[in-house]
């Protein structure tokens, strides 16, 4: 079990007089505070790591307010005045360690490992147990192992993940990222909760991958195609868009042009996947963006996107979509169906009425390509739910049976919107549920 101090943390009394030797007299610097609503704490990070060791993870301080007298903070200096509080050691395997804990006997405050800041997993361990320190253990999120962390990172960063499935080559790809508002993103999950997984901005935003799915077997598929290029500055900044590295980039990179593509299929038609299926040539005129394929659409949604109405017309922009009609490229599809060898469309509704999965079985595998299904590890738990959702009890419903399946067989899942984990598999432990990243493979390694 590898161990390695995170940050100490002390409990002040007084945060301005604190600044005063730490800031003031030390010289060092203090990070935006961090809220902690659930706890009613306030965190003051302080970096105390040598920037110049590359790889190093700074220890740090934390500075630790209470924000209301019934916060465990304020009960701490009660009891003992302000001082050293506790110790935060990061480990690879939380679970792991907190069952090693427990076996030799050791008292714990916290049982299980339970959601902490950034996305972590966390377990207080007793006083007693430790010689009179309280001690928190830390796993960073998703992550089983902390070499993956930083691989799993720097495959989200990049652009191009490739991923085998049978005889068929799945190829990730991103056109950036986009913000949506943090409550829309989890329906009835208070913000205390989602925040945890999901930072949100100033304007209560939350950052979400655009992460179309290419899929090379018999023929070359895309899926989904992200925002695209055809949105003003006005647009831009509503949605906080970062397109520095876009689909036109990550093709490239993964050694694709859009003439290599002979079919773009559709989960739904909202603007953030179908946003890349057409462009503006140099006239103006907007017309398909990958000039030999045909475009695959459920009927159903390319209804209600021909027809939108108030709840849901924000989300449906024509231009992405109604110049396929138009250039005789757009091929609707009734039912579940086998649309290549190996890869089917299921209908999940739930999202919009007709949204619809894609599942690659080849070789005795399976991945699922989810969509807004499930858009972020974070919607994992049933009742996170996106408030955008149109149905969300059918949401549920297919989420639940595609959980299950997904646990039982082994199923790769991609999450499309998830601004750190490309895909991973589904585990169930001691009735808890979380996501394993899985490894592919850099854009430059071969297959
Ligand atoms: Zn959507
Ligand atoms: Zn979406």
């Known amino acids: ?63 630790l307010e209470a924000t209301s007298p019934e916060s465990p903070i304020a009960t701490y200096l009660g009891k003992r005045g302000p001082g050293l509080h506790h110790i935060t050691l990061r480990v690879d395997d939380i679970r792991s360690a907190v069952d090693r804990l427990k076996a030799r006997g ?77 409550g829309a993103m989890f329906g009835v999950v208070p913000k205390p909760l989602w925040s945890n997984k999901a930072p949100a901005d100033e304007r209560n935003r939350i950052t979400l991958a655009m992460r179309p799915l290419v899929v ?81 659409v459920r009927r159903g949604e390319w209804e209600d996107a021909m027809h939108p109405n108030a709840r849901n017309h924000a989300s449906y922009l024509a231009r992405n979509y109604a110049p396929l009609a138009d250039a005789g490229v757009l091929q609707l599809v009734d039912e579940d169906q086998v649309i290549m060898p190996g890869v089917r469309v299921v209908r999940t509704g739930g999202h919009t009425a007709h949204h619809q999965m894609v599942l690659i079985e080849s070789g005795g595998r399976t991945a699922a390509f989810v969509a807004d299904m499930m858009p972020m590890t974070a919607h994992l738990a049933d009742a996170w739910i996106m408030g955008f959702d149109l149905h969300p009890l059918d949401t549920l419903a297919v989420k639940q049976r595609f959980v299950r399946d997904a646990v039982e067989r082994g199923v790769l899942v991609f999450f499309e919107h998830d601004p750190d984990l490309v895909a991973g598999y589904i585990r169930e432990q001691d009735g808890k549920r979380f996501v394993e990243p899985a490894q592919g493979r850099a854009s430059t390694e071969p297959s």
């Open 216 to 296: 090379r077997g018999a023929r070359t598929m895309i899926i989904d195609a992200g925002l695209g290029d055809k949105e003003d500055e006005k647009f831009h900044d509503r949605y906080g868009v970062d397109r520095r590295s876009s689909l036109d980039h990550a093709l490239a990179e993964a050694g694709l042009s859009p003439e290599d593509i002979d079919i773009v299929l559709a989960s739904h038609l909202h603007f953030d996947h179908a946003g890349g299926f057409t462009v503006r040539d140099a006239q103006g005129r907007v017309k398909p963006r990958f000039p030999r394929a045909q475009y695959i």
């Open 106 to 182: 050791l008292r714990m405050i916290d049982d299980e490992p339970r959601p902490g800041a950034e996305g972590s997993m966390i377990a207080f361990v007793h006083p007693a147990a430790t010689h009179g320190v309280l001690v928190e253990l830390m796993e960073p999120r998703a992550a089983t192992s902390e070499s993956r962390v930083g691989s799993v990172r720097a495959q989200a960063a990049s652009q191009v993940t490739r991923y085998t499935v049978g005889d068929v080559e799945l190829v990730s790809v991103s056109d950036g990222f986009i913000r949506f508002d943090g």
């Open 1 to 63: 079990m590898k161990v390695v101090l995170d940050h100490v943390g002390i409990a002040v009394n007084d945060l301005a007089a604190s600044l005063a030797f730490y800031r003031d007299v030390l010289g060092l610097e203090v990070e935006a505070p961090e809220e902690v609503a659930s706890q009613h704490v306030r965190a003051h990070f302080i970096p105390l790591g040598d920037e110049r060791l590359p790889g190093a993870p700074g220890v740090r301080l934390e500075l």
